[in-house]
């Protein structure tokens, strides 16, 4: 069975949120309203400046996607999100680029795990040889025009699930395995891995990480330090 090493991409790999980048671009493309950005534009500059978190800016860019993507065809959508990763898909951190191409020439199945739409996920990873993608999935009709339905959400709410299901269906084994994580929501599969790594931290997982006595990586500029 092959060891496996599981990422998380937004602010792990890609040095900010597909998503984000994905809704900036419908914006700009016409597909979404203007509108749509001031749905945001307060919790943006509240993070900006420090007044309030990225989880919560992260949300409310969540939050306008889902209320708008409904109507919007398939095909334009898959258009943006390919645009996207051809002009992001160097945008990454130097560890976690280098440590997925060290795993990669030692054999490791590759997974990713995110929030991110699977659209804009899957030409992205497929930069960095991943062998399996899980993210975000949305209903369309008969017409290929999203109903505005995200698909097996449950799941998608547990990366330890995620990480578990891909175990059994792809025959891995969790011996030796590594997984990287950057935020709270990652700590239930970072627990399944035997070699966890916190990558740039927020505060909850950083608590959660020393407490554990997880290694803990964070890259700024050029340099990388292992805390």
Same mark, same amino acid.
């Given at each position: 069975?092959?060891?496996?090493?599981?990422?998380? /991409?937004?602010?792990?790999?890609?040095r900010s949120?597909?998503?984000?980048?994905?809704?900036?671009? =419908?914006?700009?493309?016409?597909?979404?309203?203007?509108?749509?950005?001031?749905?945001?534009?307060?919790?943006?500059?509240?993070?900006?400046?420090?007044?309030?978190? @990225?989880?919560?800016?992260?949300?409310?860019?969540?939050?306008?996607?889902?209320?708008?993507?409904?109507?919007?065809?398939?095909?334009?959508?898959?258009?943006?999100?390919?645009?996207?990763?051809?002009?992001?898909?160097?945008?990454?951190?130097? @560890?976690?680029?280098?440590?997925?191409?060290?795993?990669?020439?030692?054999?490791?199945?590759?997974?990713? /795990?995110? !929030?991110?739409?699977k659209t804009v996920l899957?030409?992205?990873?497929?930069?960095?040889?991943?062998?399996?993608?899980?993210?975000?999935?949305?209903?369309?009709?008969?017409?290929?025009?999203?109903?505005?339905?995200?698909? @097996?959400?449950?799941?998608?709410?547990?990366?330890?699930?995620? =990480? !578990?299901?891909?175990?059994?269906?792809?025959?891995?084994? =969790?011996?030796?395995? @590594?997984?990287?994580?950057?935020?709270?929501?990652?700590?239930? =599969?970072?627990?399944?891995?035997?070699?966890?790594?916190?990558?740039?931290?927020?505060?909850?997982?950083?608590?959660?990480?020393?407490?554990?006595?997880?290694?803990?990586?964070?890259?700024?500029?050029?340099?990388?330090?292992?805390?």
């Open positions: 069975m092959r060891k496996v090493a599981v990422f998380d /991409i937004d602010g792990t790999l890609f949120s597909l998503l984000i980048e994905l809704v900036d671009a =419908l914006i700009q493309e016409g597909i979404f309203s203007p509108d749509v950005g001031k749905l945001y534009e307060k919790s943006y500059k509240d993070w900006l400046n420090r007044k309030d978190s @990225y989880e919560n800016y992260i949300w409310a860019v969540i939050m306008a996607f889902n209320s708008n993507i409904k109507g919007v065809p398939y095909g334009q959508f898959l258009e943006v999100a390919q645009k996207v990763v051809a002009f992001h898909k160097s945008r990454v951190y130097r @560890y976690t680029r280098d440590l997925i191409q060290d795993l990669k020439k030692k054999n490791y199945f590759l997974l990713a /795990i995110s !929030q991110s739409p899957d030409p992205f990873c497929e930069e960095f040889g991943f062998d399996k993608v899980y993210g975000r999935l949305y209903e369309t009709d008969d017409n290929e025009i999203f109903t505005g339905n995200a698909m @097996y959400d449950t799941l998608m709410q547990d990366k330890a699930k995620v =990480l !578990q299901r891909a175990v059994a269906k792809e025959g891995l084994t =969790l011996k030796d395995s @590594y997984g990287v994580g950057d935020t709270e929501s990652d700590i239930p =599969l970072l627990k399944l891995v035997e070699h966890p790594v916190c990558f740039n931290p927020n505060q909850k997982l950083y608590t959660y990480a020393k407490h554990a006595g997880w290694p803990i990586v964070v890259e700024r500029k050029d340099v990388v330090y292992k805390l």
